[in-house]
């Protein structure tokens, strides 16, 4: 896809032989790499295939949400460095990566698991309001809604099946006020390096896309470690080792940075190839 073309372009510019794969065969990135091939990525036994007979040396998930996973499942057939498959279920499960930092005793809002229109709806009966709907697998904010009021219910939960969760688990959070905090870095080793924070301008609620960024955030040196601590002990629990890291975090009124979704994986809407470079130098 367009977001993934500065990655093939750079790859080749250092002299490799990149191989693309997109279910859709009008991806401008196929055209552009050594060899495209028309593979959807969700499919795992295939990609593997493709890169043992291409003898591939890297796999760049650059960027990719849901199917991280076989990206993963590359790195562990072939054997080489990079996110593992479980890391990447860790990452892109938000039930388990919920539950991984919930145990390590991570602050969390409580959250609660439902799969069609009468489960959820069952669920909220529950709940107090405002709380947010969103899938339990995807990227981008697609069917995420903040539902402030018992009037919103029914609507928000139509919306949210129709724009990706009716398949799946829909996952029912508490609301977590505070700043809106991006984050690029990478985990070396078993160390994680900070590449840059970022502010978000989100939408107003009832939805929270990103609309625009605030690179370097302005934040106190004393945030900064804290939120620097808290994503290395996060990335250390998901098992990330050799790759990029994505995160995003709400920093409440007291201070505390709560990790509201972490990935192996660079940023995407072109900020791991054009704002985090503009902004830090380090491409």
């Given at each position: 896809?367009?977001?993934?073309?500065?990655?093939?372009?750079?790859?080749?510019?250092?002299?490799?032989?990149?191989?693309?794969?997109?279910?859709?065969?009008?991806?401008?990135?196929?055209?552009?790499?050594?060899?495209?091939?028309?593979?959807?990525?969700?499919?795992?036994?295939?990609?593997?295939?493709?890169?043992?007979?291409?003898?591939?040396?890297?796999?760049?998930?650059?960027?990719?949400?849901?199917?991280?996973?076989?990206?993963?499942?590359?790195?562990?057939?072939?054997?080489?460095?990079?996110?593992?498959?479980?890391?990447?279920?860790?990452?892109?499960?938000?039930?388990?990566?919920?539950?991984?930092?919930?145990?390590?005793?991570?602050?969390?809002?409580?959250?609660?698991?439902?799969?069609?229109?009468?489960?959820?709806?069952?669920?909220?009966?529950?709940?107090?309001?405002?709380?947010?709907?969103?899938?339990?697998?995807?990227?981008?904010?697609?069917?995420?809604?903040?539902?402030?009021?018992?009037?919103?219910?029914?609507?928000?939960?139509?919306?949210?099946?129709?724009?990706?969760?009716?398949?799946?688990?829909?996952?029912?959070?508490?609301?977590?006020?505070?700043?809106?905090?991006?984050?690029?870095?990478?985990?070396?080793?078993?160390?994680?390096?900070?590449?840059?924070?970022?502010?978000?301008?989100l939408t107003p609620t009832p939805y929270?896309?990103?609309?625009?960024?605030?690179?370097?955030?302005?934040?106190?040196?004393?945030?900064?470690?804290?939120?620097?601590?808290?994503?290395?002990?996060?990335?250390?629990?998901?098992?990330?080792?050799?790759?990029?890291?994505?995160?995003?975090?709400?920093?409440?009124?007291?201070?505390?940075?709560?990790?509201?979704?972490?990935?192996?994986?660079?940023?995407?809407?072109?900020?791991?190839?054009?704002?985090?470079?503009?902004?830090?130098?380090?491409?």
């Open positions: 896809g367009r977001e993934q073309v500065p990655s093939i372009v750079a790859a080749q510019r250092l002299g490799l032989r990149v191989i693309a794969i997109d279910a859709n065969p009008a991806a401008p990135g196929l055209s552009l790499a050594d060899q495209g091939l028309v593979i959807d990525i969700a499919h795992e036994e295939t990609v593997i295939k493709v890169a043992e007979r291409g003898n591939v040396s890297l796999v760049i998930p650059a960027p990719i949400g849901r199917y991280l996973t076989t990206v993963g499942a590359v790195n562990d057939a072939l054997g080489l460095r990079g996110i593992t498959r479980q890391a990447a279920v860790n990452c892109v499960d938000k039930a388990a990566f919920h539950n991984l930092l919930l145990k390590a005793h991570l602050e969390r809002p409580r959250q609660v698991i439902a799969r069609g229109r009468d489960s959820l709806l069952c669920a909220i009966d529950r709940l107090d309001v405002p709380f947010v709907l969103k899938p339990r697998f995807g990227s981008g904010g697609r069917g995420v809604i903040v539902v402030q009021s018992k009037e919103e219910i029914e609507k928000a939960v139509d919306e949210h099946l129709h724009e990706g969760a009716g398949e799946f688990d829909s996952l029912i959070e508490e609301v977590v006020n505070g700043h809106v905090i991006g984050l690029d870095g990478a985990v070396i080793d078993s160390c994680f390096v900070l590449t840059l924070m970022r502010e978000k301008i929270r896309v990103e609309i625009g960024y605030l690179a370097p955030a302005r934040l106190g040196k004393s945030l900064c470690e804290a939120i620097d601590r808290t994503v290395g002990k996060c990335a250390k629990l998901l098992g990330l080792s050799n790759c990029l890291v994505h995160a995003d975090l709400i920093v409440r009124s007291d201070g505390l940075p709560v990790v509201v979704e972490m990935a192996g994986r660079p940023s995407g809407l072109f900020i791991s190839s054009k704002m985090v470079p503009f902004a830090t130098g380090i491409d």
